[in-house]
């Protein structure tokens, strides 16, 4: 059965931050809903792009060589290669959109790490 998604009851299922949850497939990607808070870490995905739909609050993404805030109702799409590292002063929902087999800590393991085999289906 094919029904609609209501992203704000979905967020509602979980309070940690920085573990994505899966909640659709489309064609080869998933689309993931996380709450981030605090600083991550400095990674890249060498052959993905990377897309943060803010669908709350307002995340700062930091990179080497400048800085880009991105608010509530806004998009980033974070080139592969760019290294990068997402900042949220206050909780953000975030929606991403990324190919599946796709690390969301990109070539750095750290205790933030969530093994894709490892994100739950919500």
Sequence with gaps: MIDKINLLQ???LFSDHWHPRIIADLNDSYLKLAKL???F???QHANEDELFVIVKGSLLMKFRDHDVTVDEGEIL??????EHCPVAHEEVYVLLIEPKSTLHTGDVTTE???DVADQVRI
């Excluded at 799409?77 to 760019?82: A, E, Q, R, S, T």
């Design 112 to 114: 933030k790490t969530v």
């Design 10 to 12: 979905k967020f509602s």
């Design 41 to 43: 870490v400095w990674h």
């Design 77 to 82: 799409v974070v080139p592969k290669g760019v």
């Design 37 to 39: 808070e605090g600083e």
